[in-house]
């Protein structure tokens, strides 16, 4: 896993505290502080702009309270960052800044079947070693979590803690963790849990299987988090975990298996489960991997070339994706892709962190090549499979009858043409290719008939894409809807992740607000493309959305960007209404609830991220 390596510590730390530091000049910053003092200077104008769209959103919600309708408590603002950097503040510049608008935290009841040992009672000074006489009341507590009265379901939500190193599962019925898993303990010394899928279980309280994708190498940095690491361990291992009722194991590292280390989304076939992608937009590899032998079915490799070589304009002004099929050597069966080998950039694209690539703030050994490949789905039927390509705007469309076989190219910019076709070089290479490119894009997701197929349109337009996906040919699908807030101007604030109600008939969009605002949830119309209802004030970071498959309750997670309050909010269907948030460890932001049917498949992130 880890080779016995260990991360590399700093020998002197000039950001922990020290009890005589004279230094009359700072050393240069290293590339990670620059990113972060990059970073947190976008952070201090995003907060700007965004203290402008609450100051706009007040004015609106008072011209409709004059008109007689209902209004809407803004949000204060965020306070402003300061403006002054340096070495220290590089690193921590967020750590203390408090959460805005944070929506009021229900509490639920903490139940526990555990006696008071008999040193326990005994120890205030009684010595009697009479036996007892009368009667002992003896209760086994039958524990139900509610939250003013309602109840979730059976239902078992799994979550990745992110930087802290695992992964754990909480019985939505009892509230209670049922277990929890950490990947230090298996070697992997910078084990960063980042997204997760689970295969389908009967009865998952007592026992089911996931795949959960880790990242390694620089990404421990770029949170502004203090730390003593300089050089942290490769990492980037995919893992296959048995929870068993009662423990979780680790069964296998499929990094290891095959060579593969890639780190980001993983998505489940939702017609058979028997195998499953991870697909890495770090190394721009997708691969498809056979459920019961780890097998790589397909692996392909997509990369950027483009029209000019300035940074800045490399890939507005377009260029030519490349995508070629990747093959394991012969003689040892295994790819050459083990921790950060094949990485492009040094670090992840964070959410909104596109134009940081532009501007040359993301360091890499080959960035000009990067097309941000992050994410593979399937289409419910199992049909199709769909790669975002995040920095072209769009989604490859992948044959997964013919070992995924690329058919076309959807582009969700406004302007853009809804399609670019695929041109074939030969059975293992194809290109395409693209006059310009409007903006980038980010997440993406079918509705489970399959009729539809969303992406987001992050940063330069801020707005959720909708393709009529119903044809039989993927060639054929086409734009029909642009979802949008008038008051959505720049880049905050922003749909990112969505989940369908399961019938369908509604849309669900986590809305992120920067860093550290609370981030809501955005209810839209399937029917009409129309906003319905907005939900403010939710918590930091509001990243994945998940269904229960009784279609009660959609549960969402907020991680605080790793480091500040986190926790898990239930939204009810019916009313749309917030109508609690338990508290939840863990910088996570992904979950899962674990599926019980192949049908539920369809409304997992199988067919969404």
């Not at 801020?462 to 119903?470: K, M, R």
């Amino acid at each position: 896993m880890s080779d016995g390596r260990k991360p590399k510590l700093k020998e002197q730390d000039a950001d922990l505290p020290r009890m005589k530091v004279e230094l009359k000049e700072e050393p240069p910053l290293t590339a990670e502080q620059v990113y972060l003092k990059r970073k947190a200077e976008v952070a201090q104008q995003d907060n700007e702009d965004f203290s402008t769209y609450l100051r706009e959103k007040a004015a609106r919600d008072e011209r409709q309270a004059t008109q007689g309708a209902p209004t809407a408590q803004p949000a204060p603002a965020p306070r402003p960052a300061s403006s002054k950097f340096n070495r220290r503040s590089v690193l921590t510049w967020a750590a203390g800044t408090a959460v805005v608008g944070e929506a009021v935290t229900l509490g639920y009841p903490m139940l526990t079947g555990q006696d008071i040992p008999d040193h326990g009672a005994r120890h205030a000074g009684a010595t009697s070693t009479e036996p007892q006489r009368h009667p002992i009341d003896r209760e086994l507590v039958n524990p139900q979590a509610d939250v003013g009265g309602r109840r979730f379901g059976d239902w078992v939500l799994l979550m990745p803690t992110k930087m802290g190193g695992g992964t754990y599962a909480v019985n939505l019925n009892t509230g209670r963790a049922l277990a929890w898993i950490s990947y230090w303990n298996y070697g992997d010394y910078n084990p960063i849990s980042h997204h997760l899928c689970a295969f389908p279980s009967a009865d998952p309280a007592k026992g089911f299987e996931w795949i959960n994708s880790t990242q390694g190498g620089k990404n421990s940095l770029i949170y502004g988090i203090p730390t003593r690491v300089e050089a942290p361990d490769e990492g980037f291992n995919i893992y296959r975990v048995r929870y068993d009722g009662a423990q979780m194991e680790v069964m296998e590292n499929v990094a290891e298996t095959t060579g593969l280390g890639i780190g980001v989304h993983v998505n489940i076939d939702p017609k058979t489960a028997e195998r499953y992608f991870v697909t890495d937009g770090q190394k721009d590899i997708a691969a498809c991997f056979d459920r019961r032998t780890s097998r790589v079915i397909a692996a392909l490799k997509y990369d950027w070339v483009p029209n000019v070589r300035n940074l800045s304009e490399a890939w507005q002004k377009g260029g030519v994706l490349k995508i070629s099929k990747l093959y394991p050597d012969p003689a040892t069966g295994k790819y050459d892709y083990r921790g950060t080998k094949g990485q492009k950039i040094e670090w992840e694209m964070v959410p909104m962190g596109e134009l940081f690539v532009e501007e040359g703030t993301l360091p890499g050994d080959d960035v000009f090549s990067l097309c941000g490949a992050d994410g593979t789905i399937w289409h419910p039927s199992g049909r199709w499979a769909s790669t975002i390509v995040r920095l072209c705007g769009g989604q490859l469309i992948l044959d997964a009858e013919k070992n995924f076989e690329p058919v076309t190219f959807l582009q969700f910019n406004k302007d853009a043409p809804n399609q670019y076709p695929v041109k074939k070089i030969d059975n293992d290479h194809w290109e395409v290719t693209f006059d310009k490119i409007f903006s980038p894009g980010h997440e993406i997701g079918f509705s489970p008939d399959g009729r539809f197929l969303c992406m987001m349109n992050n940063l330069r337009e801020n707005n959720c894409s909708v393709f009529d996906s119903s044809d039989p040919d993927p060639r054929k699908w086409k734009k029909i809807a642009h979802i949008e807030d008038p008051l959505w101007v720049g880049k905050y604030p922003n749909p990112f992740h969505m989940v369908f109600s399961m019938d369908g008939s509604k849309l669900y969009l986590s809305i992120l607000h920067p860093s550290p605002a609370a981030s809501g949830v955005m209810v839209v119309d399937t029917n009409t493309w129309k906003i319905k209802k907005e939900i403010q004030g939710i918590g930091p970071d509001m990243q994945t959305l998940a269904v229960t498959y009784d279609g009660k309750y959609v549960v969402g997670v907020f991680s605080g960007f790793q480091r500040l309050s986190s926790g898990i909010a239930f939204i009810d269907t019916q009313t749309d209404e917030l109508v609690g948030i338990w508290p939840s460890n863990g910088g996570h932001h992904d979950c899962v609830i674990v599926p019980r049917t192949l049908e539920h498949m369809k409304h997992t992130r199988s067919c969404t991220l």
